[in-house]
């Protein structure tokens, strides 16, 4: 048997016809025998979850073929989880580096550790802030084609009020060939386009609302020095207010 390294090019194609002949050295000399023209038969099984990719140069450009990105909190200022769902049509190897772009307007910091979790697994990427990118190298696990997968990665938003960027997911797969790898195209994520707790098109990623007071009224039961007064307040809000939400009263002085 022989064995050596070609690198792919980088159309798709089919397999072409392999043929091989040998010529046969003659210690008699100075002529070789000459051999014939010989068609190879090809061994044509799954490789990577590519049907018939163990073919001879049969090339296949590796896609995302579905993509979508939804985050679970609309308001600026909180904590956030964006979480994007996927499908390839390749299996994606240990080594295979997933890069999340796009995610601009959070106040998550860069680091070379962020925690995240990917069908379930707890990993960490690294994390530019100004570019909202995220790069995360798969462990030893496969992600089978036609998963479908789920990359959670938790941010916090930022200030103030934005609409949503356009997130695009792309990836190098590895190759157990090296050193060359096959790149997957970027591929824009489709956004939700639901609305969450108040806010329209709140499940898209990083669509950030600032939480206000439409209409705000007080008033109370009593004016008279040194008695029990109630004071109430009438108000709407411009999102849901959820369990565990806060309302801060200001410049009630001179109470008792």
Known sequence: AVSFVLRNGGVAQGSPGVSVIVNVFSTAGPYTGQGLLDPMVKISSDLVGVPSGSAALLIH??????????????????????????????????????TLSGLTGTATKDTTSLAVVLDGSALTGVWSQGTGT?????????LAQNGPHSLSVPVVNGAAAQRSPSVRLSASAKSSDGPFDAPVAAETLVAAGGGLLGVTNGTD????????????????????????????????ATVDLIESSTLTVQGLAAAG
Do not use: E, H, K, M
Request: hydrophobic content about 50%; proline content about 6%; overall charge negative.
């Open 134 to 142: 995220l790069v995360v190298t798969l462990p030893s696990s496969v």
């Open 61 to 98: 450009v590796p896609l995302f073929t579905i993509g979508s990105v939804r985050q679970l909190s609309p308001f600026a200022g909180s904590n956030n989880v964006i979480i994007a769902s996927f499908n390839t049509d390749v299996d994606l190897v240990s080594g295979t580096q997933l």
């Open 205 to 236: 990623p990083l669509a950030l609302a600032v939480a206000q007071l439409t209409v705000a009224q007080t008033a109370q039961t009593t004016p008279l020095a040194s008695t029990a007064n109630t004071i109430s307040l009438n108000f709407s």
